[in-house]
Nanobody, 115 residues
Framework: QVQLVESGGGLVQAGESLRISCTVTGHTFSRYSMAWFRQPPGRQRLLIAHINWSGTDTRYADSVKGRFTISRDNARNTVYLQMNDLKPEDTAVYYC????????WGPGTQVTVSS
């Protein structure tokens, strides 16, 4: 059974940085692309970053391009999201997702950015 567990969220001030992580168990992590989504309060969940199985190809939503970096460590079954120059509009619950189990979601991690 595939499980995803996000961690590393918190409360930061605008302009600060934060790195969140997601560890995956239950499938061969290195075979699959991974993605980060976020869901602001009262709004739908949206894709913000994607990385292929080897980490050689990354894609970003325009809203985070140039500020966020997705990366992965296949030896640790973990995907990361480095978030720099955070803005209040980045406040959301952040979720990771695996192409190997697209219907499976973890509990998410809350990121709150104060102005």
């Amino acid at each position: 059974q595939v499980q995803l567990v996000e961690s590393g969220g918190g409360l930061v001030q605008a302009g600060e940085s934060l790195r969140i992580s997601c560890t995956v168990t239950g499938h061969t992590f290195s075979r699959y692309s991974m993605a980060w989504f976020r869901q602001p309060p009262g709004r739908q969940r949206l894709l913000i970053a994607h990385i292929n199985w080897s980490g050689t190809d990354t894609r970003y939503a325009d809203s985070v391009k140039g500020r966020f970096t997705i990366s992965r460590d296949n030896a640790r079954n973990t995907v990361y999201l480095q978030m720099n120059d955070l803005k209040p509009e980045d406040t959301a619950v952040y979720y990771c997702n695996s192409d190997g189990a697209p219907d499976v979601w973890g509990p998410g991690t809350q990121v709150t950015v104060s102005s």
